[in-house]
């Protein structure tokens, strides 16, 4: 990730919380917008033309905007983004500013591999047990890898915990080797 994006994720992670806005909220209207943009080739080519005034391309933002009810400061922080020309740097700028959301609140991305599809009871347990071992709350992706053969392997950011039936194999085959 760049430090522009970085930059621009913080000091928008600034103004979420000085207004006390609802961060969930605010992370939806700009993935959704993320999303239109991605899907439009029109509104792509409109925005990103620099033959199109800056007023004009506001206007399209604020029809936009007014559409889908969009929190004033989220429209805002876009209309700068467009003003400085960085609608190519969104999709990373975006990510950026959920990862300082999610710190700023206490929430830890986790990524929980199974051999096998989880049931929901074994989900919600799962997901207890990840957020005991992050010190708050998660949010979780799922992932299945057959090679697992069994279990479980956890990735709380830069930290694996790996409870597979594979890692415990691998284990008693190090022992055996080494006695």
Same mark, same amino acid.
């Given at each position: 990730m760049s430090v522009l994006a970085l930059r621009y994720a913080h000091?928008?992670?600034?103004?979420v919380a000085s207004s006390k806005l609802d961060t969930n909220a605010v992370q939806q209207q700009l993935n959704d917008f993320n999303?239109?943009?991605a899907e439009s080739n029109a509104l792509r080519e409109?925005?990103?033309?620099p033959a199109i005034p800056a007023p004009e391309k506001l206007k399209v933002l604020d029809a936009i905007a007014a559409r889908v009810n969009m929190i004033p400061q989220v429209r805002n922080f876009l209309a700068v983004i467009m003003d400085h020309h #960085?609608?190519?740097e969104l999709n990373e700028i975006i990510a950026e500013y959920h990862a300082v959301a999610d710190e700023q609140s206490g929430v830890a991305e986790a990524e929980i591999t199974s051999a096998h599809p989880l049931n929901d009871q074994d989900r919600v347990e799962l997901e207890s047990q990840v957020a005991k071992l992050a010190?708050?709350?998660v949010r979780t992706t799922y992932r299945q890898d057959a090679s697992l053969?069994?279990?479980a392997v956890v990735r709380i950011g830069s930290t694996v915990y790996d409870g597979s039936? #594979?890692?415990q194999l691998q284990q008693l085959k190090q022992k055996l080797v080494s006695a």
């Open positions: 000091a928008f992670a600034s103004v999303d239109t943009l409109v925005l990103a033309n #960085r609608l190519a010190g708050g709350r053969l069994g279990g039936i #594979r890692a």
